[in-house]
């Protein structure tokens, strides 16, 4: 069965600190791959997206993803992060084929303090 | 443009009781999924709707039910409650035809079972 991992809980960072949320999921085939953000009584709102091409992707806000074929991989990464990024972050994993549902990981809580 | 617009935002019921949530789909999306996200934890898709059928299901009992309306507007219906269940329940929409664009997310409505 496909399962994504977040292996980071909870990451506390100060202001201009650089960030790295670590991804990885378990699917043998084509795979689209998205991160999610959820600030504090919001809604989801899609960071960034990969469907293919480019492995390194840009999204809003300054935040990027690379994916690593090899490794299962998409980690999300910013490098000065922002107080008003303190949110939750999801990676989701879209399999290429058949299921047209998101799987996503546990979530990744980000504080930044001032 | 409309996002996706859940209803209601929040709800209180007691175990063994039945609950109907609902959710219009952004402008111009066919496809509602639903999505359960309890404490802590990443969302969990419970089933998928299209042309007013359940294309996919997720790993949830026979009581979570579902429907959609020829508008595309859904209705998640849940029997016999229990505490299990306290979660906030997304919704999500997209175009059937636009397999490579993402789901696009309501706020969600908190569900507490006591």
């Known amino acids: 069965a496909q399962s994504v991992s977040q292996h980071n809980h909870h990451v506390i960072l100060s202001e201009a600190a650089s960030l790295e949320l670590g991804c990885n999921y378990s699917?043998?085939?084509?795979?689209?791959l998205f991160w999610y953000v959820q600030y504090p009584g919001q809604h989801l709102q899609l960071l960034l997206k990969?469907?293919?091409?480019?492995?390194l992707v840009k999204g809003i806000k300054g935040f990027e993803a690379e994916f690593i074929k090899s490794k299962f991989s998409f980690n999300l990464r910013k490098p000065s992060v922002q107080w008003s990024d303190t949110a939750e972050y999801f990676c989701?994993?879209?399999?290429?084929?058949?299921?047209?549902?998101?799987?996503f990981g546990t979530g990744t809580r980000l504080t930044v303090i001032p | 443009d409309a996002g996706v617009t859940q209803s209601p935002t929040h709800l209180i019921k007691t175990r063994g009781q039945q609950v109907t949530l609902r959710c219009s789909p952004k402008?111009?999306?066919?496809?509602v999924s639903w999505y359960q996200q309890a404490l802590g934890q990443g969302p969990q898709f419970i089933f998928q709707?299209?042309?007013?059928?359940?294309?996919q299901r997720g790993n949830f009992p026979d009581r979570f039910s579902g429907h959609q309306f020829p508008n595309y507007s859904s209705e998640l219906n849940v029997n016999a409650l229990l505490l299990g269940d306290s979660a906030l329940y997304l919704c999500?929409?997209?175009?059937?035809?636009?397999?490579?664009?993402?789901?696009?997310f309501g706020d969600g409505t908190r569900l507490s079972i006591l």
């Open positions: 999500a929409s997209s175009l059937r035809s636009s397999r490579n664009q993402p789901q696009h």
């Open positions: 699917y043998g085939g084509t795979v689209n």
């Open positions: 990969y469907f293919s091409g480019d492995p």
């Open positions: 989701a994993v879209l399999p290429g084929t058949g299921a047209n549902n998101l799987f």
């Open positions: 402008s111009g999306h066919d496809t």
């Open positions: 709707y299209y042309e007013e059928e359940e294309r």
